[in-house]
């Protein structure tokens, strides 16, 4: 007895320990080490005061002005499998049962579960009065200037409404690339500190998606119904779906197969609630916790390792990544055995060494990640002094250590790889490159243009049939449209998207990338103060470069602005009959434009279901895209080709709408609002 009681005392203390510091954003434990810990604290002493306590303690001495939270900002309990989640629907009906309710778990309202930071945003009239961090749940601390620089939240809404507005402060993937390059912890640690910074730098890098309103005028019957007024208002709000229990668990299934890995964004599980918002008020709560929702956690892919050797690769930019081999471990279906490091820095903070046992993971079900050291045994990997490659000297750049050696076999190899790779020119494989860099043949993308039949012939296992073949693929990719050209290069922080959203706000010419000023590419939407300055320095590292190609005959071409496609953009998603590059090449040779992602700018979302739930599917039909399989898209391509101009589908839309008369709507009957606390879960 007395063991357990002193193993209870240490749980205790751990757990206070490790949620006060992941509260404040500095975590000293993974999720999934400490969900072992607490699950374990709550076998042992269920009634634990250690298991009921919300968020951090709210520091006497802090730089921020302390507010109470009108409504206290609680938590959800979890459940980690189908069976934990049959459970709490059984209880819910149950208790429903007794007060006279129909099944509850007929209707629930799904949501993504963000791995963010709560924040209460208070309106009055209209305007922004207060947002206030969660805190403990009762006193948070009050970062309105702050709140005001991040993404979603307005200063004033379109009605005079005097509201309080639950969300969750995150920091997208696609924003840690542009604001935080270099970064590799979690984003969320990132959006904790960022958020809570006295001067404000980085906020503007912040998104808040708001999933609960209490206040106004009016009264909501469903859960449902607050999401589509957060919409109304203009506010971004999570995916949702209203559904069964059954449906449920197939959305959970969805998400840890495919959606979750889609987004551009952390979760790590599902909130699902009763949608009725009087049975929830009817359930009420148990130990602060309603008992009417759950937090549905997503399998936790992450498994202990043992690093047995560290390395370190020099890139084609000159930057040397350190990789840590560990010992095979499978994680959620695939065999894991490299993990980068990213950078010297990341080496540094996580105290790395051979020999350690270390917690590995896949990111986003998707991407290795080395989450901790989990028990140490070796001592701090040391960054090299040369460059494995070409043996010069490495120089510390921020982060990271660099070759600055331009002869370098690894950068020059690793240049033309990007170079054939960009434009995916077949017979052009890695073996051939490092032929003809060991032969001296070339040594820029400038010398492949160069080449004859015979010199390609006269490799090792060649021949002359091979090499008119390479030679030949090679060409049929001219001319290059400036966005493919200046992607191919392989500078820093200058993608394809990059480079497109350049040309498309009129730098269409090399030369006018030439002149083209910091603060003017700073200004466009979608760069920003440091990938501007990574391109006006990328290009005129590589001008004399370019220079050269130019002279080889290289000379790029705006991308086409007429055709049947001209003014509709495309995405292509999933398994298609087709390779995708031949898809995309398409939509550019009739004058469309490419877009990564779904955005309410895209006009055609090509994937092989267009009746298909995904996550992309999804957004796409609420922002008005057409989804359309492969054989719709080669339709329009026909009429494209035959001289039609494509419409938008929302002009089709629109006057389809027009031309039918509009049927009013019928009232929906209110019931009477029931106050209920916007939980999250705990750690």
């Given at each position: 007895?007395?063991?357990?009681?002193?193993?209870?005392?240490?749980?205790?203390?751990?757990?206070?320990?490790?949620?006060?510091?992941?509260?404040?954003?500095?975590?000293l434990v993974s999720d999934a080490a400490?969900?072992?810990?607490?699950?374990?604290?709550?076998?042992?002493?269920?009634?634990?005061?250690?298991?009921k306590s919300i968020g951090a303690p709210a520091p006497a001495g802090g730089e921020w002005p302390k507010a109470r939270h009108a409504i206290p900002m609680g938590s959800l309990n979890k459940a980690v499998n189908e069976a934990e989640l049959r459970q709490w629907a059984e209880r819910c009906d149950k208790l429903g049962a007794e007060a006279g309710l129909a099944p509850i778990t007929t209707s629930l309202l799904v949501t993504e579960k963000l791995d963010g930071l709560s924040l209460a945003v208070n309106y009055v009239d209209g305007r922004i009065a207060e947002a206030i961090t969660r805190g403990d749940g009762h006193v948070g601390e009050n970062i309105t200037p702050n709140a005001r620089r991040?993404?979603?939240?307005?200063?004033?809404?379109?009605?005079?409404?005097?509201?309080?507005?639950?969300?969750?402060?995150?920091?997208k993937l696609s924003d840690v690339k542009r604001g935080f390059p270099g970064y590799v912890a979690t984003p969320r640690n990132k959006a904790a500190g960022t958020s809570k910074r006295f001067d404000g730098e980085?906020?503007?890098?912040?998104?808040?998606?708001?999933?609960?309103?209490?206040?106004?005028?009016?009264?909501?019957?469903t859960e449902e119904e607050k999401y589509e007024a957060l919409s109304a208002l203009g506010l971004i709000v999570p995916w949702f779906t209203v559904t069964d229990l059954e449906g449920a668990l197939r959305v959970h299934q969805d998400y840890v197969a495919s959606k979750r890995g889609a987004l551009d964004y952390e979760i790590d599980g599902l909130v699902v609630r009763a949608n009725d918002l009087r049975s929830q008020h009817l359930l009420g709560e148990l130990g602060d916790r309603p008992r009417a929702a759950v937090a549905f956690k997503f399998p936790s892919l992450a498994k202990n390792s043992k690093v047995v050797a560290i390395t370190w690769e020099t890139g084609p930019s000159g930057r040397v990544t350190p990789i840590a081999q560990v010992e095979p471990v499978d994680i959620g279906g695939a065999i894991v055995q490299n993990v980068s490091l990213h950078n010297t820095s990341n080496v540094e903070r996580l105290g790395v060494g051979v020999g350690d046992e270390v917690l590995v993971s896949r990111r986003n079900d998707v991407i290795p990640y080395l989450e901790e050291v989990v028990v140490k045994h070796g001592t701090v990997a040391t960054p090299p002094e040369a460059c494995v490659s070409c043996k010069q000297p490495l120089t510390r750049r921020g982060e990271y250590l660099q070759c600055t050696n331009k002869e370098c076999f690894a950068i020059v190899t690793g240049r033309l790889r990007r170079w054939v790779g960009v434009q995916d020119i077949l017979e052009w494989g890695e073996k051939l490159i490092v032929q003809l860099v060991e032969a001296g043949l070339v040594k820029e993308p400038a010398?492949?243009?160069?080449?004859?039949?015979?010199?390609?012939?006269?490799?090792?296992?060649?021949?002359?049939?091979?090499?008119?073949?390479?030679?030949?693929?090679?060409?049929?990719?001219?001319?290059?449209?400036?966005?493919?050209?200046?992607?191919?290069?392989?500078?820093?922080?200058?993608?394809?998207?990059?480079?497109?959203?350049?040309?498309?706000?009129?730098?269409?010419?090399?030369?006018?990338?030439?002149?083209?000023?910091?603060?003017?590419?700073?200004?466009l939407k979608g760069m920003g103060e440091i990938k501007a300055k990574s391109v006006v320095a990328g290009l005129a590292a590589r001008r004399d470069e370019i220079g050269r190609l130019r002279a080889?005959?290289?000379?790029?071409?705006?991308?086409?602005?007429?055709?049947?496609?001209?003014?509709?953009?495309?995405?292509?998603?999933?398994?298609?009959?087709?390779?995708?590059?031949?898809?995309?090449?398409?939509?550019?040779?009739?004058?469309?434009?490419?877009?990564?992602?779904?955005?309410?700018?895209?006009?055609?979302?090509?994937?092989?279901?267009?009746?298909?739930g995904s996550t992309k599917a999804e957004k796409a039909?609420?922002?008005?895209?057409?989804?359309?399989?492969?054989?719709?898209?080669?339709?329009?391509?026909?009429?494209?080709?035959?001289?039609?101009?494509?419409?938008?589908?929302?002009?089709?839309?629109?006057?389809?709408?027009?031309?039918?008369?509009?049927?009013?709507?019928?009232?929906?009957?209110?019931?009477?609002k029931k106050t209920v606390s916007a939980p999250e879960e705990e750690p």
């Open positions: 007895m007395a063991a357990a009681n002193d193993r209870v005392t240490e749980l205790e203390g751990l757990v206070k320990k490790y949620k006060d510091a992941y509260y404040n954003g500095q975590p400490y969900d072992e810990l607490e699950d374990e604290l709550r076998r042992l002493a269920p009634d634990s005061a250690a298991l991040m993404q979603g939240v307005p200063s004033r809404l379109p009605e005079k409404l005097t509201v309080s507005i639950r969300g969750e402060i995150i920091l980085g906020c503007q890098y912040l998104t808040v998606m708001f999933y609960d309103l209490e206040g106004g005028p009016k009264e909501y019957a010398d492949l243009y160069r080449l004859t039949v015979e010199q390609i012939a006269g490799l090792e296992r060649r021949g002359e049939l091979s090499a008119k073949k390479i030679v030949a693929n090679l060409h049929a990719r001219l001319p290059l449209t400036l966005p493919v050209f200046l992607a191919s290069l392989g500078m820093e922080d200058f993608a394809f998207e990059t480079a497109k959203l350049l040309v498309a706000n009129g730098y269409d010419t090399l030369e006018k990338l030439f002149e083209a000023k910091e603060e003017e590419i700073a200004g080889a005959g290289i000379e790029p071409v705006p991308p086409k602005t007429g055709g049947g496609l001209y003014g509709r953009s495309f995405c292509f998603t999933g398994t298609l009959p087709r390779p995708r590059k031949e898809y995309e090449e398409l939509v550019e040779k009739h004058g469309g434009t490419l877009l990564a992602g779904v955005t309410k700018d895209l006009d055609f979302l090509v994937l092989a279901d267009p009746g298909s039909k609420k922002y008005g895209t057409a989804c359309i399989d492969a054989d719709q898209f080669m339709a329009l391509v026909a009429r494209a080709e035959a001289g039609e101009h494509i419409e938008s589908p929302r002009a089709a839309a629109a006057a389809a709408a027009a031309a039918e008369p509009a049927e009013p709507k019928p009232k929906k009957a209110r019931a009477k």
